[in-house]
């Protein structure tokens, strides 16, 4: 009990509310101390548990799977760039999405390639990270109430991150090419 003016009052029993923003793509959250996080990207311990629940999603659902589950990989790996994450992850993700955006590569062949790429690149180089990867993170994604809303939600994400990343498309493609020619 706390004393007020004379009154005893009731200390309140509750934790104040305490937020975590993600390092990577700038989500607030609600700290969750039981959220377990490796640290390979750069992002919050509450933004990866959203993360595992959108993969959780595309791993039950072999239509969403198939259909964008690479490119939701690549657009959370390059939203998250930064911290330990290191430039081969980038130079990876950043070739992953321009074989969806530049090369027509379906997303269930673009793995293959990507495997092609890390057997092959001996110095993988720095991609400075952008300012902003756009206003969708994850967390958007998760909301989606439909296949078909998931779906489009997981397009427009990957058009935002791929749009901020434009300074270095010329050079993500000259590397692909490069390497896979």
Known sequence: ???????????????????????GCRLRMPANTAAAYDGYYHCSP??????????????????????IHQMTVDAYALQHAGGSHKNKSITIHLAGLH???????PQTQIPRLLQRLAN???????????????????FDIALASTMEEHILRVKKWADFVWDAWSDHHTKIASLVSSHLH
């Open 99 to 105: 074989a969806a955006y530049n090369l027509g590569i």
């Open 46 to 67: 509450e933004c990866w548990s959203i993360y595992s629940e959108v993969l959780g999603t595309q791993f039950s659902n072999a239509i969403i799977f198939g259909q």
């Open 1 to 23: 009990m706390a004393k007020q003016k004379g009154l005893l009052v009731p200390k309140s029993t509750k934790t104040p509310y305490k937020e975590r923003q993600c390092p």
């Open 120 to 138: 092959h690149i001996q110095h993988w180089p720095y991609y400075v990270p952008p300012q902003s990867t756009g206003p969708l993170t994850a």
